[in-house]
């Protein structure tokens, strides 16, 4: 399993990546390993919208279940891929590359420290 | 009487949760309810049973012993023989929901063929297994827009001349949405670029009927172009007999195609059950409620049909699903999917053209009645509106002493339309039942 060591990670399976207030957000490894084959993918925000930590932004969908995408922190979207929907499974052969899914410009940094490191989402993976 | 348990199972089940006897299970009941005497005759055999149930249905009068001029979303068809004989067959009639591919082939294959055959009727990319009738289907694409734009926009428009049932089941299934209604109120004859107005850019969905409730047959096309310009969605409610003649609703650019598909091969019955058809654009296929089936092929390459594109549904998605229906009118859809292979392309236009032409004939002598007038500006299908000089409760009061099943008081639902009945005229009428209304009507003036 592929747990980089420069994300941080929520115990519902997203990942984060941090630049400055720029936070982009997918899900990881071990998740796209649970849901299986990935076949549809609806990012269910859009640029320009706030949105509280928590929310579902995105819905993942596999040959066997549906998943939302919890958003780890509260913010304001600046980007969406685009190109996901048309290429779902990218998510099970990129999740922390080019199945990233939106950018958030982040209202409060401080949401970032409730957050886990590699380590801490290796040891949950395992729980 | 078939029960399923056995003494000893009821006393093992009673042991297990430590009841002593099946009486204790109701102590909460309170006792001078608990077993109510029921003042009931004694027991019929069969046969006496029969003879009763006989005598009491012989008391109905149904469409099938008048002569129907009524119709209103639900229409008097002459059903082929071959749609009763196939759908009795009991691997269709007791089939429950065909979740294992393995056992139900026949039952997944049937509604995959309504499907293909409804998305065709239609003019759309895709139909779903069917919903209960054409209101709950009209009430689905308004949940499917509401999911579609994420509850962002809000204004749902219904045409005034959308069935008023309709409208209703749709202001009940959205009351839990936060959304606005409108268009219900506008002049109920008005034309469809009257709706173009209330237009804008928070509209979700605008919902017109085809031929609308009243028989007229609208072009939507440009309708349909205007609300695309806001971004909306637009539903179009169809009589499914009526597109055997009519452009496609897919061809005018509609997003969604609901309607009622009891007119094919399914009996009037007692309002139901009937048959919701939902279809679609692709684009939308992940957003609609109830099921879909599709065809695919199996490990050794051979074709087979499954539920698919079932994690969109409430049983995987749970409250996050489009709708929570998961339930489609399996008998009815294949009733329907046995009619429209039986009369064939030819048929279903054939049915059309006779219901068009009869109609247009009872059109052209009621207006010659004196004292009545028809007020349905053609182009019209098989039904069309008709001033009454009496009201039109005491004018079917007369017609049904007459043997004849009058049509249907538009007062009741468009108070501005009071004194108007809604004629409907199918293939079952002969012209001799044309000719015997006008004469009853022609009374019905004198009197």
Known sequence: MNIPSNLKYTSTDEWVK??????????????????????????????????????????????????????????????????????????????YGKAWMIKIEMENLAELDNLMDAAGYEKHTKE | MFTPHTDADREEMLRVIGVHKLDDLFADVPAAHRFPLL???????????????????????????????????????????????????????????????????????AIFEYQSLIANLTGMDVSNASHYDGATATAEAAVMAYSHFRGKRTRFILSPSLNPQYRDVVKTYMSGYEHELLGCDSEPLGKP???????????????????????????????????????????????????????TPGAMGADIVVGEGQPLGIPLSYGGPYLGIFATKKEYVRKIAGRLVGESIDGKGRRGYVLTLT?????????????????????????ATVYMSFVGKSGLRQVANLCYQKAHY??????????????????????????????????????????????????????????????????????????????????????
């Open chain 2, 39 to 109: 003042d009931l005759p004694p027991a019929f055999t069969e046969m006496e049973a029969l003879m009763q149930m006989e005598e009491l249905a012989g008391a109905n009068e149904t469409a099938h012993d008048l002569a129907c001029f009524l119709g209103a979303g639900a229409y008097y068809h002459y059903t082929p023989a071959v749609v009763d004989a196939i759908i009795r067959r009991g691997e269709f009639l007791t089939a429950y929901t065909p979740y294992q591919p393995e056992v139900s082939q026949g039952t997944l294959q």
């Open chain 2, 362 to 447: 009872a059109a052209a002598q009621i207006g010659k009645v004196p004292g009545y007038e028809v007020k349905t500006p053609a182009p019209y299908f098989h039904e069309f509106i008709v001033k009454c000089p009496k009201s039109v409760e005491d004018t079917n009061l007369h017609l049904l002493d007459h043997g004849i099943l009058g049509g249907y008081d538009l007062g009741k639902d468009y108070p501005a339309l009071n004194g108007h009945m809604l004629i409907a005229v199918t293939e079952m009428v002969s012209k001799d039942d044309i000719d015997a209304l006008c004469e009853v009507l022609a009374e019905v003036n004198h009197d």
């Open chain 2, 193 to 247: 670029n009257d709706l173009t107005a209330l237009l804008n850019d928070n509209t979700a969905l605008l919902v017109v009927q085809y031929p609308d409730f009243f028989g007229r047959i609208f072009d939507f096309t440009a309708l349909i172009e205007k609300a695309h310009e806001v971004g909306a969605l637009v539903a179009v409610a169809v009589n499914p007999i009526a597109l055997g003649v009519l452009k």
């Open chain 1, 18 to 95: 941090v630049d400055g207030n720029i936070a982009t957000i997918g899900v990881t490894d071990h998740a796209q390993e649970q849901l299986s084959d990935v076949v549809f993918v609806e990012v269910t925000v859009s640029v320009g919208d706030k949105v509280a930590k928590k929310s579902t932004i995105a819905t993942v969908e596999s040959v066997k279940a549906a998943a939302d995408v919890n958003l780890p922190v509260s913010g304001k979207v600046v980007a969406v891929n685009e190109d996901l929907p048309q290429t779902p499974e990218l998510v099970n052969t990129d999740p």
């Open chain 2, 311 to 335: 994690a969109r549904e409430q049983h995987i998605r749970r409250e996050k699903a489009t709708s929570n229906i998961c339930t489609n009118q399996g008998l009815m859809a294949l009733a």
